[in-house]
């Protein structure tokens, strides 16, 4: 059974940083693609980023292109999320998520972490 927890919400003021964690566990992950999701109160769980744990190609949404870094630690089995410059529209609970391949659609992706909540004051 795949477990996803994440880690490493909090409040930050416009123009800080946080880095969120994605503990990874139930099987072997090298062949899968590991993402971030965001969903914000009344709007749709929205793609920010994914990995390919094998080879560590990353894609991002050009929401956050430039600002954020999806990372990966083999041993650990955890994915991370380095968020830099946030802005009050990245507030939003953060997920993390599985897929068998690289796509940027929620629907592909089979297993969910509980989330985690960001909030950026401006």
């Known amino acids: 059974q795949v477990t996803l927890v994440e880690s490493g919400g909090g409040v930050v003021q416009a123009g800080g940083s946080l880095r969120l964690s994605c503990a990874a566990s139930?099987?072997?992950?090298?062949?899968?693609?590991m993402g971030w999701f965001r969903q914000a109160p009344g709007k749709e769980r929205e793609f920010v980023a994914h990995i390919t744990w094998s080879s560590g190609f990353t894609y991002y949404a050009n929401s956050v292109k430039g600002r954020f870094t999806i990372s990966r630690d083999n041993a650990e089995n955890k994915v991370y999320l380095q968020m830099n410059s946030l802005k009050p529209e990245d507030t939003a609970v953060y997920y993390c998520?599985?897929?068998?391949?690289?796509?940027?659609?929620?629907?592909?992706?089979?297993?969910w972490g509980q989330g985690t909540q960001v909030t950026v004051s401006s």
């Open positions: 998520a599985v897929a068998r391949y690289p796509t940027y659609s929620a629907s592909a992706y089979n297993y």
């Open positions: 139930g099987r072997t992950f090298s062949s899968y693609i």
